[in-house]
């Protein structure tokens, strides 16, 4: 008698979600990730705003968290703090103290954000940050230009950042006006003699002593959010395993289980697939013990992947007569 056998071959613990024509496809994963291929179009979310690096979605409560993580360089350019006219002096006096404050909080392991795999918060909380819309607003004024002039320059005691507060009437120790700033610099005191008075320390070159990057608390917790981009970016789980290669539109995430649910667009198509990796090189089926009256017969075939995310490779085989027939199937590699 005849039997058949299929074998498919899926990325382990990947959920996936095929597109029949009647449901959109979707992915689970406990953390995700999107991640820019190119270009500076950054990252919209929607309702909050549009930010350099990386975003990523968890679980949070009932809801969903959305953290940014970027270059430490890159999130001071996209501070809020200050109006980005005032004079050059007081502009970079709060960008070392900007850059000082989100490098003590990475460094020093807040518990209050690790919660969401934060450092920080993006509120007046921490520091006011806004990411791509606060550079676009500062075109054409000193602010760019002061974060430029003194990138890498911290505040530091015994060899690390400290924690550099400051609001706009606060008045020391340890604390810098912002107000009390920009009158220091309207009557031409530097940057560094700024800084000193408030906090007692010259800001020094500390490019070694400063993370490389930050994690940004952009959400809290939202029953769902939508993330968007001007230019194409790539979906990931938290252990880098990758979701979807290529998107662009609109993507919406939210709570699913313990971890979130990824959904593209309705009109989402994923890249094509490339050559399969091997995945298996021997099948072997066991037929009943049946007087046979032609020898056996295999017949193999194989097809392209099922869906995106899911590397597929189908073997039929069909078996005639008694006893036990394997086939050896053709390896096929990635390029």
């Not at 054409?140 to 230009?145: F, N």
């Not at 017969?297 to 597929?312: F, Q």
Request: one cysteine or more; proline letters at 8%; hydrophobic letters at 45%.
């Amino acid at each position: 008698m005849a039997l058949s056998a299929t074998v498919v071959a899926v990325s382990p613990g990947m959920a996936w979600g095929i597109d029949d024509g009647t449901a959109g496809q979707a992915w689970t994963a406990g953390v995700v990730r999107l991640e820019p291929l190119s270009g500076s179009a950054g990252l919209t979310v929607a309702g909050t705003g549009t930010f350099r690096g990386t975003i990523e979605v968890r679980r949070n409560g009932g809801g969903v968290a959305v953290v940014n993580e970027l270059p430490l360089e890159d999130y001071v350019r996209g501070i809020d703090e200050v109006p980005p006219s005032w004079p050059a002096a007081a502009l970079q006096a709060q960008a070392i103290a900007a850059r000082t404050y989100a490098a003590h909080k990475v460094m020093s392991k807040e518990a209050r954000w690790r919660a969401v795999g934060a450092d920080i918060c993006a509120t007046p909380t921490c520091q006011v940050y806004r990411g791509l819309d606060a550079e676009r607003r500062a075109q054409g004024y000193g602010w760019l230009p002061a974060v430029e002039a003194t990138a890498g320059r911290a505040l530091l005691s015994g060899g690390s950042p400290i924690m550099a507060s400051y609001s706009s009437t606060a008045n020391g120790p340890l604390a810098m006006s912002q107000n009390g700033a920009l009158a220091m610099a309207n009557e031409g005191r530097s940057a560094g003699e700024i800084l000193e008075s408030y906090y007692g320390l010259r800001p020094t070159p500390a490019r070694g002593r400063l993370p490389g990057t930050i994690k940004v608390a952009l959400v809290m917790s939202a029953a769902s959010v939508r993330v968007s981009s001007g230019g194409a970016f790539r979906v990931v789980d938290g252990t880098g395993r990758e979701l979807a290669a290529s998107g662009t539109g609109d993507w919406r995430l939210a709570p699913a289980g313990d971890g979130v649910r990824v959904m593209p667009p309705d009109d989402y198509q994923p890249p094509s697939a490339p050559p399969m990796p091997v995945v298996a090189t021997e099948v072997a089926v066991a037929a009943e013990p049946a007087a046979a009256r032609r020898p056996a017969r295999v017949v193999t075939a194989s097809g392209p992947r099922p869906s995106p995310g899911l590397w597929g490779l189908v073997a039929l085989a069909l078996v005639v007569g008694a006893g036990t027939a394997a086939v050896r199937l053709p390896q096929r590699r990635a390029a």
